[in-house]
């Protein structure tokens, strides 16, 4: 069984930077494909980023987002940068293999809100 929770959320202003942390409680990540999701105010949860074997981004965060692992191996980060206010939604961390689809992961986290002002 693999705990994720994530941390670094807040309230930014747009053009800002924040940096989501996904630490892992019962087992290390380097063995599990990693991603990020993110789900806004009544939309569905989508695909931001994804590392394991692959790094992957959504083309509305590429450029802007970089996903990497830490040095302990029980962290993985999403650096977020020249953030916009369509950025604001709350983002998870997941653990399975990396890929675009939900489905491929197993374990996730409660999620932390990020809110971009204008």
């Known amino acids: 069984q693999v705990q994720l929770v994530e941390s670094g959320g807040g309230l930014v202003q747009a053009g800002g930077s924040l940096r989501l942390s996904c630490a892992a409680s019962?087992?290390?990540?380097?063995?599990?494909?990693m991603g990020w999701f993110r789900q806004a105010p009544g939309k569905e949860r989508e695909f931001v980023a994804a590392?394991?074997?692959?790094?992957l981004y959504a083309d509305f965060v590429k450029g802007r987002f970089t996903i990497s692992r830490g040095s302990a191996k029980n962290m993985v980060s999403l650096q977020m940068n020249s953030l916009k206010p369509e950025d604001t939604a709350v983002y998870y961390c997941?653990?399975?293999?990396?890929?675009?689809?939900?489905?491929?992961?197993?374990?996730w986290g409660q999620g932390t809100q990020v809110t971009v002002s204008s």
């Open positions: 997941a653990a399975g293999r990396a890929g675009r689809s939900s489905s491929l992961y197993d374990y």
């Open positions: 019962g087992r290390t990540l380097s063995s599990y494909g």
């Open positions: 590392i394991g074997g692959v790094t």
